[in-house]
């Protein structure tokens, strides 16, 4: 089970951060990722980081503004977002993939939380 929270309401240049939390697995998957989805589209992918090392990999759109961490002893990982822009907004999932390698789709990820809503406002 996969549960995101610290979406929230904030205005624009202001920062974020997102929490999601795994539990419930003797397991722990390989990858964990974010995705965003506004209405009407697809979701999109904003990062994601391995619990077994390697840098996290970022969205051209998000990268140098987010920041994609882990705490492994909780079992947790975080998105840090700064200078947060109105094109930021939408429900942000957490998701969870069970192999090993970079992926950037949303069928490559075997498990999502319920999202959490930013709003960006200018």
């Known amino acids: 089970q996969l549960v995101e929270s610290g979406g929230r309401l904030v205005q624009a240049g202001g920062s974020l951060r997102l929490s999601c939390t795994s539990s419930?697995?003797?397991?722990?998957?390989?990858?964990m990722g974010w995705f965003r989805q506004t209405p009407g589209k697809e979701r999109e992918f904003v990062a994601s980081?391995?619990?077994?090392?390697?840098?996290?990999y970022y969205a051209d759109s998000v990268k140098g503004r987010f920041t994609c961490s882990k705490d492994n002893a909780k079992n947790t990982v975080y998105l840090q977002m700064d200078s947060l822009k109105a094109e930021d907004t939408a429900v942000y999932y957490c998701?969870?993939?069970?192999?090993?390698?970079?992926?950037?789709?949303?069928?490559?990820?075997?498990?999502w939380g319920q999202g959490t809503q930013v709003t960006v406002s200018l």
């Open positions: 980081i391995s619990w077994v090392g390697g840098s996290p």
């Open positions: 998701a969870a993939r069970r192999t090993l390698g970079l992926a950037t789709t949303a069928k490559a990820f075997d498990y």
């Open positions: 419930g697995r003797t397991d722990r998957p390989y990858i």
